[in-house]
């Protein structure tokens, strides 16, 4: 089953995010509204009720009486949603307004005088209404008999209606912003991930060829990746350029001694002695040919995803091997090291340079080796960086300079070389360093033989 998309993943959680938010959002606002909408409802209440109790009064028999026409015309209207009526304490109504006529509305009395309430009633028909209670007595007299409760009574249908239209344009709004919002967030996450998706395709051009490498401008968040990812097919082309032109240089070395051995078999006359010695040199310099061109070929050369190592742990380790190699000669194997190092090298690289560098030095000197790692600043187009220096020193015969060009050529040998070897030590060396655009160079050491210094950048 395939993953959804980043794209697909983001638009569902910023969904169900702005679905929770806003549903949060709409709850609170529809809460908030008929809260405001029901405190305005009973501020009025209040208001006519305050204007019902200065307009009536009671005579001397006893008698409700009205001194002043109430201002609010909906209490002199029948069925108009507010109503008015004054209930004595032994449960008679002297007063109702005109708006009353026909409505059977039951509402509490009995309060005390200053008590007052609000309360949810329901009509005979069903239909809901606040009303609004008050205890009153005219005069100083107190009694329980001649207390009135002053009812206000408003019908909540308008208002559940007000409510139920701001719920509906609210939850359409809120809708319709959500749809507008993912559509926003579609176009935003469109254009954002838009490098992703040319950065695939470009990717998808390397792997048919079209393209060597990603060639575009990317945003900092994905310059890393693509760099990496050049680097990984540049390392790769490097290592399959690098096998291609072995097995070429293979193929094209190996035709000369193919040759002298065919010459040898066609000649008339040629000696089982002859041909043997002859075949056994053109099978050393096969052997020779082959190793090397597999060595060069296997280098694997620099990547900025190689992890750093410490060389000083390779060149420990290449130091105590030759000293059991060469138990024998008795080399005095030195190693100085000056920091703590970190190289971004591939450790068989390393080992097959520091290998080949102190095998030399111990082959030919006479009872001393020297090895040194040690940091150092260079300096180039006014640009200051660091490079790590590698010295091998010995006390032999060294080398001179004459001849420290052709040392590094594949399958050179001193002419006088009495040590067994294959001439191909300081050919790789060379081929690494080159590789990692490092630089070597040859001289005389401290010690009266050779020294060979070599450069890496860090």
Not at 61 to 82: A, K, V
Not at 311 to 330: C, E
């Amino acid at each position: 089953m395939t993953p959804p998309s980043i794209n697909t993943r983001m638009l569902v959680a910023a969904g169900f995010i702005l679905a929770g938010f806003l549903s949060i959002t709409g709850i609170t606002l529809e809460r908030t509204y008929r809260i405001t909408a029901e405190d305005a409802l009973k501020e009025r209440m209040m208001i006519h009720l305050s204007v019902l109790i200065a307009s009536l009064d009671e005579n001397e028999q006893g008698q409700i009486r009205m001194i002043y026409e109430l201002p609010e015309p909906r209490f002199f209207m029948q069925g108009s949603g507010l109503y008015a009526k004054i209930i004595k304490n032994s449960g008679e109504i002297p007063w109702s307004s005109p708006s009353m006529l026909g409505m059977e509305i039951t509402s509490h009395d009995g309060y005390s005088r200053g008590d007052q309430k609000f309360e949810h009633i329901v009509s005979a028909s069903g239909n809901p209404f606040l009303s609004l209670s008050m205890g009153l007595t005219w005069g100083e007299n107190d009694t329980t008999n001649q207390g009135y409760t002053f009812v206000v009574i408003e019908d909540l249908k308008k208002v559940n209606q007000q409510i139920k239209d701001f719920r509906h344009n609210l939850w359409a709004s809120l809708g319709g912003l959500t749809i507008v919002l993912l559509l926003m967030l579609t176009l935003i996450l469109r254009w954002g991930l838009s490098p992703l998706r040319k950065a695939a395709k470009e990717i998808g051009e390397i792997e048919a060829g079209m393209h060597k490498e990603i060639e575009g401008i990317y945003p900092k968040e994905l310059s890393g990746l693509t760099n990496n990812i050049n680097a990984l097919v540049r390392v790769n082309s490097e290592h399959e350029a690098r096998y291609i032109a072995s097995l070429g240089d293979l193929a094209h070395s190996l035709k000369t001694p193919l040759a002298v051995l065919r010459g040898a078999i066609e000649i008339p006359g040629t000696s089982i002695k002859t041909l043997c010695k002859t075949t056994e040199e053109q099978i050393e310099r096969m052997d020779q040919i082959v190793q090397y061109q597999l060595q060069r070929a296997a280098t694997s050369g620099p990547t900025a995803l190689t992890a750093p190592i410490n060389p000083t742990r390779i060149a420990n380790k290449v130091i105590s091997a030759l000293d059991k190699v060469y138990a024998d000669k008795k080399v005095q194997g030195n190693l100085d090291v000056s920091a703590t190092l970190e190289l971004h090298i591939e450790e068989g690289d390393l080992m097959e340079l520091l290998g080949n560098l102190v095998d030399n030095g111990y082959k030919w000197c006479k009872g001393r080796v020297d090895v040194s790692l040690s940091l150092e600043n260079n300096r180039s187009n006014h640009n200051q960086t660091r490079r790590l220096l590698i010295e091998v020193a010995d006390d032999g015969p060294g080398i001179s300079q004459a001849l420290s060009d052709k040392v590094v050529q594949r399958g050179w040998r001193r002419s006088e070389e009495a040590i067994t070897g294959h001439g191909l030590g300081l050919s790789l060396v060379s081929d690494i360093v080159n590789l990692y655009k490092g630089e070597l160079k040859i001289k005389q050491s401290a010690l009266g033989g050779a020294l060979i210094q070599i450069y890496l950048p860090l």
